[in-house]
């Protein structure tokens, strides 16, 4: 297994778990551990996709980890 194939693995389990934890209401949309999770997972994959040179998801998982991260920090303080 490739670098790039282990990046956006654990990029996507990263997405995947964030994803379950809202849909069974452990966290919400709105908190700091979701938003984080989110970022970092788009990130990775973002990563992934420019070492392997798959450009559409490098401007995808850009913006997802844009967005992202700006609402991390829109995030009030004490929310998990």
Same mark, same amino acid.
């Given at each position: $297994?490739? /670098?790039?194939?282990? +990046?956006?693995? /654990?990029?996507?389990?990263? =997405? %995947?778990?964030? !994803?379950?934890?809202? %849909?069974?209401? @452990?966290?919400?949309?709105?908190? @700091? =551990?979701?938003?984080?999770?989110? !970022?970092?997972?788009?990130? $990775?994959?973002?990563?992934? *996709?420019?070492?392997? *040179? #798959?450009?559409?998801?490098?401007? =995808?998982?850009? +913006?997802?980890?844009? #967005?992202? =991260?700006?609402?991390? #920090?829109?995030?009030? @303080?004490?929310? @998990?």
């Amino acid at each position: $297994m490739k /670098l790039s194939d282990v +990046i956006a693995s /654990l990029g996507v389990i990263i =997405l %995947l778990i964030a !994803f379950l934890l809202n %849909l069974y209401k @452990r966290t919400p949309a709105n908190s @700091r =551990l979701y938003t984080a999770m989110n !970022f970092i997972g788009a990130a $990775m994959c973002g990563i992934s *996709s420019y070492m392997i *040179s #798959f450009y559409p998801f490098v401007v =995808l998982e850009g +913006i997802w980890a844009g #967005f992202a =991260l700006a609402s991390f #920090f829109n995030v009030p @303080r004490g929310t @998990r």
